[in-house]
């Protein structure tokens, strides 16, 4: 049963929103792999990296890995038209005898808007690549439907373009993924959609504490919203503890540390349905070169650092 469980969910996975892309209860950790417009708005080199294990104790469960790094180039703040940013991104999700590679560089670029928003506007262009496995927990693969694409290999384009506006408290994002359309053939044929993310944040200081609210949407239009809201509290920069609910699926805690430049992230997600044993973990590091950033107003005083990233 645990064997069929699985290999139902995984061919579902390639058509119902809250799979075709991985999902993170850490979403604010892992923001550039949401949109390519938060490229630069750091002024030095930030590099991240994650996984994430789901369904835990079920054979081929969902395992997501990611690596990503962007910075800023030229650093001519406004004073040149603009900051501009580069970056590169990295994921491997394997779900059952499936396995899906992406790899994407990004550029994004950011003008004033005023005193007090900028915007930033990127894309990313990649490759997609999906694999099948024709041994399942050490036997021959028991789907009959995946066996018949055992050993495939397909490559696909992969455009994501997005959309940042911020200020020092607030940032709205939006952005597409999947933009270029395919057809997905591993033993019967998918189509992959556009998938929408719209996401949200905002921090207020309360004495040296710092209260982030935030949320992220998802959408398609072949199946229901997936959407997280998140609320954090940051003592110092320091230490943050942090509390999520995906609704309709589960209650997620989590807790993250700054040492210096490293900073490593935990968050457990407790499902809230009936299936028992559906328990996530993910675990996360970033490293920053630079102490503080963000993007200036060109006289040296005002900084603006997306509250995502604080």
Known sequence: MKRLLVAILSLSSLVLSAQQSAHYSQYSFNNYGYNPAFAGTQKCLDFRLGTRLQWLGFEGAPVSTFAWGHTQIGRKHYKGGGVHGVGAYIEQDDVHLTTRTTVKLGYAYHTKLSSKYRLGMGIFAGIQQYSTDDVF??????????????????????????????????????????????????????????????????????????????????????????????????????????????????????????????????????????????????????????????????????????????
């Open 137 to 310: 927990g050490g036997e021959t693969n028991p789907d009959p439907v995946l066996a018949s694409a055992a050993g495939s290999v397909l490559r696909y384009p992969d455009i994501m373009p997005g959309l940042l506006l911020y200020s020092k408290s607030t940032y709205w994002s939006f952005s597409v993924n999947q933009l270029y359309f395919k057809n997905i053939n591993l033993g019967q044929e998918e189509k992959q959609v556009n998938q929408y993310y719209f996401g949200a944040g905002h921090k207020s200081v309360l004495g040296h504490w710092t209260v982030f609210k935030s949320f992220l949407l998802k959408q398609n239009v072949m199946g229901p919203p997936a959407l997280d809201l998140n609320m954090a509290w940051v003592y110092y920069e320091k230490l943050t503890f942090g509390l999520g609910y995906r609704v309709g699926e589960s209650a997620i805690g989590m807790i993250k540390f700054n040492l210096g430049k490293i900073g490593i992230g935990y968050a457990f997600d407790f499902p809230l349905n009936k299936l028992y044993g559906n328990y996530g973990h993910e675990i996360m590091i970033s490293f920053k070169k630079c102490d503080g950033g963000g993007i200036g107003d060109g006289s040296g005083g005002k900084v603006h650092v997306c509250p995502a990233y604080n």
